[in-house]
């Protein structure tokens, strides 16, 4: 796939953990080109939780274009002169010969020095259906029982998810559970709108699945990679004001 998209989220400072789509990447791998804009979560953003632009895209209302990309999302990937990067990429449940967007398609591109993160726009697939891939939020939160039957999880074993309407961090969130009912952990917060439609479509719109379970030493968020596949028969995910582009 030459063409591909990628959002970056901001959250608020701790005491306004608000979570907003800001901007827009769109690569084209084959021509080596990369295009920033923001969107209109940023201007939600400036309003509700004191968002300010970014030092190297400091006009809201510009399209920057770039032939590399960009240090912000370049910084981070893993440098493929690593050593362990091919350990790093199995760990992110991917092989041969990837690209810098497939890598923070999955990887999330988290930092403890910002408060970022990255999500790629899903394609829709042959069936129809949207399929998302991404690390289990929160599960050091969950009881020892949960995280017990975590640790036995499976590659390929079904995952049950739930929407959950009264979080008391952010109001709604997307639970994963085992198919025993343990509650594992939380989905990024930017599927909760989307994966809402699902719910709405009928219990026959959605399923996941585990991809990957991770030992240590890699990195706690990391510890899970899930699969959850979404059919609209309308909804166009990602569709919405926060993540119109400000300019065309």
């Not at 084959?30 to 632009?53: D, I, L, N, V």
């Not at 590399?68 to 990067?85: A, G, T, V």
């Not at 990429?89 to 990837?98: I, N, P, Q, S, Y």
Request: aromatic share 12%; net charge neutral.
């Amino acid at each position: 796939m030459a063409e591909q998209t990628l959002f970056l989220a901001w959250h608020g400072a701790r005491e306004n953990r608000q979570w907003f789509p800001i901007s827009r990447l769109d690569a084209d791998s084959t021509a080596s080109t990369y295009r920033f804009r923001y969107t209109g979560g940023a201007k939600r953003a400036q309003k509700e939780a004191g968002f300010s632009p970014r030092l190297e895209f400091p006009e809201l209302n510009r399209d920057y274009r770039s032939q590399e990309l960009f240090p912000l999302f370049q910084n981070r990937i893993m440098s493929p002169s690593r050593p362990d990067f091919k350990s790093y990429l199995k760990a992110l449940g991917l092989e041969g010969d990837v690209n810098p967007i497939e890598i923070l398609s999955v990887n999330g591109g988290e930092r403890v020095t910002d408060r970022y993160e990255v999500f790629p726009l899903p394609a829709r697939q042959p069936d129809g259906s949207y399929l998302f891939r991404f690390f289990l939020h929160g599960w050091r939160y969950a009881n020892s029982a949960a995280q017990e039957r975590l640790g036995k999880l499976e590659p390929g074993e079904d995952l049950r998810i739930a929407l959950e309407l009264n979080n008391p961090v952010t109001g709604q969130e997307v639970q994963i559970q085992t198919a025993d009912y343990h509650m594992i952990g939380w989905a990024p917060h930017y599927l909760v709108d989307d994966f809402a439609n699902a719910m709405a479509d009928g219990p026959g719109k959605y399923a996941a699945r585990v991809v990957r379970l991770n030992p240590q030493p890699i990195p706690s968020k990391q510890r899970l990679l899930v699969e959850l596949r979404c059919h609209w028969d309308q909804h166009q995910p990602m569709s919405g004001s926060d993540y119109q582009p400000l300019v065309a």
